[in-house]
């Protein structure tokens, strides 16, 4: 059983460029979260979504970032016109229901020049 | 509401000690409560877990305790060893407030 999957593990944009970020969840995990990482800091709560719906978005920044979970297919973050405040690891985790435990992806590291 | 505060930021234990690092919640809506490992480049794993409905859990060189009244906990790594050198996260979930609000994180050091 796969873990949780993320790509690309490195990701470098420059000034403006939009970044798209994937997360595939473990087998049979309909509940997908997104976290950002600072270095040195810990993970902030940006968006959590169950299969086709956004269930607590409160963590988005509220202009460039958004977030899917389509019925087929991965997860993606999607951050348009980066700036360089945008650069941090983003980790996406998976649970099979509500209120579950939390398994976590090796993130995806995204450099903004 | 949402804060987890924990503590110390960094600690570091020679080899065979017992490293301590303490957690405290405002949400008493919590009811899950979580320790995660995370090595450099990597991802958060999960260690243990605990629920309010008992005041201690162990797993292995791994043991939580929770003071329900004082809204604390604290995860014990018994016999440490060079390779839990790691940060550590603890964090906090609720019904109603399904999302895990993590703690600011502990970098442990232990040296041989």
Redesign the interface.
């Known amino acids: 059983n796969a873990g949780?999957m993320?790509n690309p593990r490195h990701l470098v944009r420059r000034r403006g460029q939009e970044a798209r970020l994937r997360c595939s969840p473990m087998k049979g995990h309909s509940h997908v979260?997104w976290?950002r990482q600072l270095p040195e800091?810990?993970?902030?709560?940006m968006v959590?979504l169950q299969k086709e719906n956004i269930?607590?978005e409160s963590?988005m920044p509220k202009e460039r970032f958004s977030a899917e979970f389509p019925k087929e297919g991965p997860s993606i973050l999607r951050i348009q016109q980066v700036v360089r405040g945008d650069s941090a690891a983003y980790?996406c985790?998976s649970s099979p229901r509500?209120?579950e435990?939390?398994?976590?992806?090796?993130?995806t590291q995204l450099s903004v020049l | 509401q949402q804060q987890v505060k924990q503590s110390p930021q960094s600690l570091i234990v020679q080899k065979g000690g017992i490293p301590i690092i303490n957690c405290a919640y405002e949400n008493t809506a919590f009811d899950y409560f979580p320790w995660y490992q995370q090595f450099p480049g990597k991802g958060p794993a999960l260690l243990i877990a605990i629920r309010p409905d008992v005041s201690e859990k162990k797993e292995g060189r791994f043991t939580i305790s929770f003071n329900k009244s004082a809204k604390q906990f604290s995860l014990h790594i018994m016999d440490s060893q060079p390779g839990d050198s790691a940060t550590y996260f603890c964090a906090g979930m609720g019904f109603g407030n399904e999302k895990l609000t993590f703690g600011t994180g502990t970098r442990l050091t232990i040296i041989p």
Do not use: P, T
């Open positions: 949780v993320q979260y976290y800091e810990g993970l902030k709560f959590y269930i607590d963590g980790f985790a509500r209120h435990k939390l398994f976590f992806g090796s993130g």
